[in-house]
């Protein structure tokens, strides 16, 4: 097992995860409104052995300044086949572009439907297809019964492609597609 700690007051809160495809990289958001860069450490057997800081930014508008709470509240990360990331934030309820380099987020479109989300319980999920269409999932539906919404960003707007059957506990906070569309 391996922990990870630092002695640093914006560890922690991580909720978002990408790492490339050879298990060396990883980019990391956390709801304390940060973006790390993480180099993962692994041993003779391809096992991961450590983690170590990069490099890490506090996440930033479009014009620079320092996101405060509760905008900087991150949760969901994926990176497109383009290597472009994006992230997801549940209160101020949006999906923005992110430059792991800076911090700083860059303006997509926004929906009518993603106002309805309650405080807390927004944008959750990310994945982005082989393709490139970046998908977004709620951990909120309706009601306790109601399936979850999956959105899709396509043509410049967002609009509902599937949905999740509600099963007990589960709510999504995570997605992916492998390289096969799946």
């Known amino acids: 097992d391996v922990v990870w ?12 995860m990408e790492v490339s495809d050879d298990g060396k990289r ?14 993962l450490i692994r041993d003779g057997l391809d096992t991961l052995a450590a983690i170590q800081v ?5 996440l930033r508008s479009p014009v620079g300044s320092v996101l405060g709470k509760p905008d900087s509240d991150a949760e969901g990360l994926a990176e497109g086949p383009d290597g472009q990331l994006y992230v997801s934030f549940e ?15 860059g303006v997509l479109p926004r929906s ?27 951990e909120s539906s309706t009601s306790r019964t109601a399936p979850f919404s999956v959105y899709a960003l396509e ?8 949905r999740l059957i509600r099963r007990g506990a589960f709510v999504p906070v995570g997605a992916d597609y492998d390289h096969e569309g799946r």
């Open 112 to 138: 009518q439907a993603f106002k309805g989300f309650p405080d807390n319980q927004g944008l959750e999920a990310l994945a982005v297809t082989p393709g490139g269409t970046l998908h977004a999932i709620p």
């Open 26 to 39: 990883a980019y990391i958001v956390s709801d304390r409104g940060r973006i790390v860069t993480a180099g």
């Open 91 to 105: 209160n101020d309820h949006r999906v923005m572009r992110i430059d792991p380099k800076t911090g700083r987020t």
């Open 5 to 16: 700690t630092q002695n640093e007051g914006w560890f922690g809160g991580f909720s978002g």
């Open 155 to 162: 043509r410049g707007r967002w609009r509902r492609v599937h």
């Open 54 to 58: 990069l490099d890490t930014h506090p």
